[in-house]
């Protein structure tokens, strides 16, 4: 299979073609030499320009004075804005929408068979996948990229987040885009993508194409390096190469967490002039080897975390070493109290903070900014309480953010019975993680697995992996009680109405997976006030039966 340097090394020989019928769109393609900017786009045609991580490249490439089009299958606020800026969209996809453009963007959710698309090759148009276009206005900003396999988005969020809330001068403004919404103080959300006037651009850099080798930011930050994406990978060690290879792209520091396995074989692999501009976090920095430790820049360790139950407050201290950042002087204890829960976001606001510092920022500025952020949308998100039982959503979907979330729920709900509804997302991953998820599910008590979430895969190729394949795999995985705690229902609305039914008051019921099981969270509502009325009924009229 090769290094990632290699891969990286073959991909820029290869470029979209028409053979015949068939093109081939490759997401690893770098599609600009590293002399080209914006300026050299021309008119540049979005297909899909409505999407969240779409819509800001275009807005941005527009207020650079770029020409850009786009189309849409359907309006929505995204194409509203657009238009309102002066950016013609279409609705619906068709060959003709891409006459005059000189580059044409796609997004990994494009298929070559888009008739765009197809208009496009045999146009002979550039066309390139969104991380190019990321790839650029990264370089031409001062870019902070957030990647991991898990983490990245709270974390990217977060440091928008901390820019919004105390960024001053140019620090203010930040451009962000990110893959999930945004929770809001007043319990709304907002979009995960925006266009702003200060230098500073905040990029989840998505490792799952491995078009995140194409970027090239001042600070890249590597929340985790677990093996995730093996179909695309195929092994633990193409994985970390990667993150090898994106790491030594930064013009600056690179951040990267020492509490993780996979971060730290990244750690070990990174060439000795990246390694000595890279600073490690860590709850747990002992357990950083003195041959890492000797080779960073610097070690911050995250100290006295804890969370008094029910508390909704995640407190802890980081430690950061004499000399570190920019203008610092004598080692500084910077305290930290946040809504969030979990020592994951403990980490996830370490990283945050220590890239806001590295920005120029002060530490503390950026600690007391990050204790309103209130979360990415759909992690450890509250929808809602009917009598006294909770309904929460989260987005885990490996073993080790469910492991996570479930840590998290207990210190936060410590005498509550958990009950979930798991989606898995990937049949691939399902398989290949079957016992893993069975083990991080049992830290509930109560659990549904329902159907498998396909996205890009196809069931037909996947005989065999269903909700029942979890279910199996907890076989003689220790639980109390050690029966009955998990089944499969394939019925996603059916298993909610389930779940609903036999909680109790004090219970707190999760939404958990990338799917669409997100959405079981107003079903779950609905039967509980549904419940909670009937009862009402009955114990009006309790006294005249009497």
């Not at 650029?136 to 440091?159: I, Q």
């Not at 080798?213 to 695309?232: C, G, M, S």
């Not at 610092?328 to 370490?350: F, K, M, Q, Y």
């Amino acid at each position: 299979m090769g290094t990632a340097r290699d891969r990286r090394a073959s991909s820029l020989r290869r470029v979209p073609v028409v053979t015949e019928s068939t093109i081939v769109l490759d997401p690893t393609h770098a599609s600009f030499s590293p002399t080209e900017t914006v300026a050299d786009l021309g008119v540049t045609h979005f297909i899909g320009i409505g999407g969240a991580g779409m819509s800001v490249l275009a807005e941005m490439l527009h207020e650079q004075g770029v020409t850009v089009t786009g189309s849409d299958r359907e309006e929505s606020a995204k194409t509203e804005r657009l238009r309102e800026l002066g950016v013609t969209v279409h609705i619906g996809q068709r060959a003709e929408n891409v006459a005059g453009a000189s580059t044409v963007v796609f997004s990994s959710a494009i298929k070559p068979d888009n008739p765009e698309i197809v208009a496009a090759a045999q146009a002979g148009v550039r066309i390139v996948h969104r991380s190019d276009i990321l790839a650029l206005l990264l370089g031409a900003r001062r870019g902070v990229t957030v990647a991991g396999a898990h983490g990245k988005t709270t974390t990217s969020a977060l440091l928008a987040h901390i820019l919004v809330t105390a960024g001053e001068g140019a620090l203010a403004d930040p451009s962000y885009a990110i893959g999930g919404s945004i929770q809001t103080p007043d319990g709304g959300v907002r979009d995960g993508g925006h266009a702003g006037t200060g230098a500073v651009l905040v990029a989840e850099a998505d490792e799952s194409d491995g078009s995140f080798e194409k970027y090239r930011p001042e600070i890249a930050i590597v929340t985790n390096a677990e093996p995730d994406h093996l179909d695309h990978y195929g092994d633990a060690a193409h994985y970390h190469a990667a993150f090898v290879e994106h790491a030594g792209h930064a013009t600056g520091h690179v951040i990267v967490c020492g509490d993780d396995e996979g971060a730290r074989d990244v750690l070990a692999a990174l060439p000795d002039d990246v390694a000595a501009r890279t600073i490690v976090y860590a709850a747990d920095a002992s357990a950083l080897p003195e041959s890492l430790a000797a080779r960073v820049e610097g070690v911050v360790e995250i100290e006295q975390e804890h969370e008094a139950a029910e508390s909704g407050a995640e407190g802890f201290t980081v430690h950061i070493p004499a000399g570190l950042l920019p203008g610092e002087g004598a080692a500084e204890d910077v305290p930290v109290s946040l809504i969030i829960p979990g020592l994951h976001n403990a980490r996830n606001a370490t990283a945050a903070i220590l890239a806001a510092a590295l920005l120029g920022m002060d530490p503390r500025a950026a600690a007391g900014a990050a204790a309103s952020f209130r979360g990415a949308a759909r992690r450890f998100q509250i929808r809602g309480c009917v009598e006294g039982v909770t309904v929460v959503d989260d987005y885990a979907h490996h073993p080790t953010e469910i492991a996570a979330l479930f840590d998290a729920a207990r210190r936060r709900y410590p005498d509550s019975t958990l009950r979930v509804l798991f989606q898995p997302h990937l049949f691939s991953r399902t398989r290949f993680f079957a016992r893993e998820f069975a083990e991080a599910l049992a830290k509930a008590d109560d659990v549904i697995v329902t159907c498998i979430f396909p996205a890009r895969e196809k069931p037909a190729d996947f005989p065999g992996v269903s909700a029942l394949t979890v279910v199996n795999a907890a076989d003689g995985v220790p639980h109390d009680p050690a029966e009955g705690w998990i089944s499969a229902v394939q019925d996603m609305c059916q298993a909610a109405k389930m779940l609903a039914m036999r909680a109790h008051r004090g219970d707190v019921i999760f939404t958990v997976g990338a799917g669409d099981v997100t959405q079981m969270s107003t079903v779950l509502l609905r039967v509980l006030e549904a419940h909670r009325e009937a009862h009402q009924i009955r114990e009006a009229t309790q006294p005249e039966r009497q």
